[in-house]
């Protein structure tokens, strides 16, 4: 079983920056993809960003150039790197990892930006 555990989130005003980190435990299996998904009150879950495992990323389109997710695979874990925030990134930020055999969740961590 894995255990995701999920940091870094908060209060900031707009333009501020956060940076979100997720530690993966109690797998030896390989963890492939490792994503961030976020969902804010009364919408549905969203992909944030994305990384494989050789580290090639994918972005939604309302964070490109502002968010940066990176890994480091001998730490199993997976940041998220979040500049120039805007009242609509409030949410709450949850992290994903895949295995071969199936993906795990984090608890999430949620992130407010005032304006």
């Known amino acids: 079983q894995v255990q995701l555990v999920e940091s870094g989130g908060g209060l900031v005003q707009a333009g501020g920056s956060l940076r979100l980190s997720c530690a993966a435990s109690?797998?030896?299996?390989?963890?492939?993809?490792m994503d961030w998904y976020r969902q804010a009150p009364g919408k549905q879950r969203e992909l944030v960003a994305a990384?494989?495992?050789?580290?090639?990323?994918n972005y939604a389109d309302s964070v490109k150039g502002r968010f940066t997710i990176s890994r480091d695979n001998s730490k199993k874990t997976v940041y998220l790197q979040m500049n120039s925030l805007k009242p609509e990134d409030t949410a709450g930020y949850y992290c994903?990892?895949?295995?071969?055999?199936?993906?795990?969740w984090g608890q999430g961590t949620q992130v407010t930006v005032s304006s």
């Open positions: 990384i494989s495992r050789g580290g090639s990323t």
């Open positions: 109690g797998t030896t299996f390989r963890i492939n993809n």
């Open positions: 994903k990892v895949a295995t071969i055999f199936h993906d795990y």
